[in-house]
């Protein structure tokens, strides 16, 4: 056996470096292999910090006879979902297309020329469930392959033409107006958990680009409707369990309706997005629990994400160790009354039982609880919970932590930038804001070359191998946007304009406007992969189209604009249909409908108090989308502060949209209302 990923730097493909199994990384020459030996490829597809992905790797690509039998027939192919999305979109496409469902670990079987043929996702070793074995499946695949070949070839060829066929083009469509946004508004609210919070059922996922949406929808209309959605569901997910309640942070998703029980791995792309969203709807509303949570989840993004490097890590594990040895999910961050009382004493440990929802019976396995905040009717004595809370807290960090997947992927980095500028900014914690800027210049320094052009990974210092995707130029931009706006530094304008010149000229259909997820001159796979969709982050078309147009207004680029446009007809198709899927675009669709508003703050010196107090302002204003400049009145740092002069002599603040400006004023309070939305 030859060990092909020991010198990976996917923390996923290194887990398996070590496994029986003759794994190649995808490669052409894992697909000529398949060609010379006549044999099909299986594809295992997953990341580092999935639970079950760890299972099907323990019980069966750690099986010596497993093993075997795969090396002697098949080439077997390890992927890292989170440094190809390219390939896990593509045959994730055609999983759902055959099954109805998909999910990871991802199997799929290919001929030599990457042809699927049979899909699945986890195989136990042993028939259950009425799912087979993993060794049935193999023996099953080899059996068709030695003695149907002909018919594989036929399934295979209809499957690739099946997908050619769901090729998009809703970019020549028109951008959707007040009607389909309302329209999506009154889907959601039929979709709405008026009980819990949140839209569907279980398993639950937190809603953030939903709640963008509605925020905006609020600020733009005055819908009370849409405002009670977003703060309920906020509410919940930060008083249920898949909110850290010792940490700060958000799990994945919740496996139950009440947000008690979570997935417990911890993203950095939700974290990203659930930071700005808290911080967007104290914004609105001023509520004292969305900006403790705002603050507590970036707190826990530098903590415990940030890398050497100063990039944001992917993930942390779901598992850890339970003192015993053994990996068991959860095991970090579940608790027993009888813990409690070790760590807090007999009193402090009834009171933290009845704050945090633990019981004789727990909410999870084996008598444990996932800390909760349940609604009291009591009053607690804020000193003494916060006395617990990081007694807690102290001991937990005793325990054997949940690994961490190091590697820096530049889109969900994107997004933390983002978030931690802003929150940074709204609510004075410059440390915030320079985290912020760290992880934006790892960005420029390791992720970019020459020509502009990203790469989606970095570990260590290292760029990875693989080009950047449509959510890469686009997530990153997006974080440059809000550096310019919470900064004033034009720098990151002009690196947002070199990624954005990329998207219209490597991965816009010029005919349509219609977006691909990869560069048109990328890896050549069965499909170009092309979704519009939101999945657990903003799609790279809907960010794409955000990005474009926060550009625009900063600008004044014409085909930046219309790039938008463009884009945003899919969400006049789709937004009315599946709201929930397209949140990230209803979101943009907000700020198109309101301008966006462009704000230029000029002052007479950068560090004079009165123009912080009016740029601060500017930053707080709820207009969906509104793009920020601050510098001083002679300033060519940034596009909209042309011509701005200073009235009376004092900081003064521009509003424009529509190729319309107010008048200027140096009243924060007017200007306040200029930007309410």
């Not at 390939?87 to 991802?106: C, F, I």
Request: charged residues 25%; proline residues 5%; contains cysteine.
């Amino acid at each position: 056996m030859v060990n092909r990923l020991a010198h990976e730097t996917s923390p996923y493909l290194l887990q398996h470096a070590d496994n029986p199994v003759d794994w190649w990384p995808w490669s052409e020459e894992a697909f000529a292999e398949a060609h010379r030996r006549g044999v099909p490829v299986l594809l295992s597809v997953g990341y580092s910090s999935c639970h079950w992905c760890h299972v099907l790797a323990k019980e069966s690509f750690e099986d010596e006879a497993v093993a075997t039998f795969m090396n002697a027939h098949f080439v077997n192919v390890k992927v890292d979902r989170e440094e190809r999305p390219d390939v896990d979109a593509v045959y994730m496409e055609a999983v759902q297309a055959a099954t109805g469902q998909g999910g990871w670990p991802m199997t799929v079987f290919l001929t030599p020329d990457a042809e699927p043929f049979y899909f699945g996702t986890y195989f136990p070793p042993a028939p259950r469930h009425g799912m087979p074995s993993f060794g049935q499946v193999l023996e099953g695949v080899r059996a068709a392959w030695a003695d149907r070949r002909d018919e594989v070839a036929e399934v295979a060829g209809k499957i690739v033409r099946d997908l050619a066929g769901r090729e998009l083009n809703y970019g020549a469509m028109d951008v959707p107006g007040e009607e389909e946004l309302a329209q999506a508004l009154l889907g959601l609210t039929k979709e709405y958990d008026a009980t819990r919070g949140g839209f569907g059922g279980a398993p639950k996922f937190p809603p953030s680009m939903v709640i963008e949406f509605l925020l905006r929808h609020h600020a733009r209309t005055g819908s009370e409707g849409a405002l009670q959605m977003a703060q309920d569901t906020c509410e919940r997910m930060a008083r249920g369990g898949i909110y850290d309640q010792l940490g700060g942070g958000f799990a994945r998703y919740s496996v139950d309706r009440d947000w008690v029980v979570p997935h417990f791995e911890k993203m950095l792309y939700d974290n990203a997005l659930l930071c700005r969203v808290y911080a967007h709807l104290w914004r609105a509303t001023g509520s004292e629990l969305a900006r403790r949570v705002a603050l507590e989840t970036a707190d826990f993004m530098v903590r415990e994400l940030r890398t050497n490097e100063g990039g944001f890590a992917s993930a942390l594990d779901a598992d850890s160790e339970d003192g015993s040895g053994k990996h068991v999910e959860g095991a970090y961050y579940v608790w027993t009354p009888a813990q409690l009382a070790e760590v807090l004493g007999d009193d402090d440990a009834r009171l933290a039982a009845d704050y945090f929802g633990v019981t004789d019976a727990g909410t999870f396995e084996h008598g444990q609880s996932v800390l909760q905040l349940p609604q009291h009717e009591g009053v607690f004595e804020a000193a003494r919970i916060e006395s617990i809370r990081q007694r807690l807290l102290d001991a937990r960090s005793t325990r054997p932590a949940p690994g961490r997947d190091d590697k820096v992927v530049a889109a969900w980095n994107g997004l933390a930038v983002a978030a931690l500028a802003e929150t940074g900014a709204y609510f004075d914690r410059p440390d915030l804001v320079e985290a912020a800027l760290a992880a934006g210049d790892l960005l420029v320094r390791l992720h970019l070359d020459d020509q502009a052009r990203l790469s989606r990974t970095s570990k260590d210092g290292q760029a990875g191998a693989n080009a950047g995707v449509l959510e890469d130029y686009a997530d990153v931009a997006e974080g440059f946007l809000a550096l310019a706006s919470v900064t004033g530094e034009g720098v990151w304008l002009e690196f947002a304009g070199f990624l954005l010149d990329h998207v219209l000229a490597s991965f816009t259909d010029e005919e349509s406007g219609a977006l691909y997820d990869t560069a048109v001159d990328a890896e050549k796979l069965i499909r170009r992969p092309q979704d519009p969709t939101d999945n657990a982050i903003p799609s790279g078309w809907s960010a794409a189209a955000g990005a474009l147009l926060g550009y625009a207004a900063h600008t004044g680029s014409v085909p930046h604009r219309t790039a938008a446009e463009r884009a945003l007809g899919v969400v006049k198709a789709l937004g009315p249909r599946v709201p929930r899927f397209i949140g990230w675009g209803l979101a943009t669709a907000e700020a198109l409908l309101d301008g966006p508003r462009e704000v230029a703050v000029v002052g007479p010196a950068a560090d004079d108090p009165g123009t912080k107090t009016l740029h601060r302002t500017a930053l707080l204003g709820t207009a969906p989308g509104a793009v920020v400049a601050v510098g001083t009145a002679d300033s060519d740092e940034l596009p909209l502060l042309a011509d701005r002069l200073l009235v009376g002599g004092e900081p003064t603040a521009y509003v424009c949209r529509n190729f319309t400006c107010d008048a200027p004023t140096t009243d924060g309070d007017r200007l306040r209302a200029a930007l309410s939305g």
